[in-house]
């Protein structure tokens, strides 16, 4: 809604009366104001701009998968040391052996 903005929209439709395709337009106004004029690059740029949401997506998901994964083995199945592991063996049988004591 700027003056630019209304000018701009007028050239267009004398442009289009004239006769003059899209893309001279385009190019009209790129050679003008540069490609930041334009509301979606052209070209490879436009294919980098595109790419990059549908990759940090990916990764996301990627991430948020193996974290779960980290998480679902981790409670299934403890990792715990040998000796931990021995350690861990001995209290669950002297518990086993006073529950049976006390029944």
């Known amino acids: 809604m700027s003056e630019i903005a209304f000018q701009m929209r007028r050239e267009i439709t004398e442009k289009v009366v004239a006769g003059q395709s899209d893309r001279e337009?385009?190019?009209?106004?790129?050679?003008?104001?540069?490609?930041?004029?334009?509301?979606?690059?052209?070209?490879?740029?436009?294919?980098?701009?595109?790419?990059?949401?549908?990759?940090?997506?990916?990764?996301?998901?990627?991430?948020?998968?193996?974290?779960?994964?980290?998480?679902?083995?981790r409670t299934i199945r403890p990792e715990l040391s040998g000796t931990a592991n021995v350690a861990f063996n001995r209290r669950i049988a002297e518990a086993i052996r006073n529950a049976t004591d006390e029944s």
């Open 25 to 73: 337009i385009l190019d009209y106004y790129k050679q003008l104001y540069g490609e930041r004029v334009l509301m979606e690059p052209e070209g490879t740029k436009r294919i980098v701009l595109y790419s990059i949401p549908i990759l940090i997506t990916l990764a996301g998901l990627a991430l948020v998968l193996i974290f779960l994964n980290h998480c679902l083995t």
